[in-house]
């Protein structure tokens, strides 16, 4: 059984809360969000190819990589790591390339818990309510979700 992910978004606010625990050490946890190999093994939907041309998680880093669904759709993603605090926080950009010129701003935290656990709490803000209403909409807690199971399916193995 894996932890649940809970996904908040408040009426009439334009970001959207995560949460998510995981039965794993931060530095597993960070790791795996922060190394490109990874990264690319466990972030989105099951079924999706993946393609990461780039990923450099550190201050100023960039990242961009793109989702491919089994009947070939594509879809990119990219942004700037504007602060990385190992094991700690990252504020980063987020730009679905589907939807130009909508940025969201997006804190990471990455919190120890006893026994060994880590909690992760992620606040995205968006520039407007119509574009957190859509991103919403566009099926991500689905892709949160799933990811983050097979993130616990890597850091299990």
């Known amino acids: 059984?894996?932890?649940?992910?809970?996904?908040?978004?408040?009426?009439?606010?334009?970001?959207?809360?995560?949460?998510?625990?995981?039965?794993?050490?931060?530095?597993?946890v960070f790791q795996a969000h922060s190394d490109p190999a990874l990264f690319q093994q466990w972030i989105g939907p099951r079924g999706y190819g993946m393609k990461l041309e780039e990923f450099e998680c550190r201050t100023g880093g960039r990242f961009r990589f793109i989702h491919t669904t089994d009947n070939g759709l594509d879809f990119g993603f990219n942004g700037v790591f504007h602060v990385v605090r190992e094991n700690e926080f990252v504020i980063q950009t987020f730009e679905f390339e589907g939807a130009p010129d909508v940025v969201a701003i997006e804190s990471n935290t990455?919190?120890?818990?006893?026994?060994?656990?880590?909690?992760?709490?992620?606040h995205s803000v968006y520039p407007s309510l119509e574009s957190r209403d859509a991103m919403v909409d566009s099926g991500m807690e689905r892709g949160v979700a799933e990811g983050y199971e097979q993130l616990d399916e890597l850091l299990a193995g």
């Open 1 to 28: 059984m894996t932890n649940p992910v809970t996904v908040n978004a408040p009426e009439g606010l334009p970001f959207i809360e995560i949460e998510r625990e995981f039965d794993h050490p931060v530095e597993a």
């Open 110 to 122: 990455f919190e120890r818990l006893e026994g060994g656990r880590t909690r992760i709490k992620i």
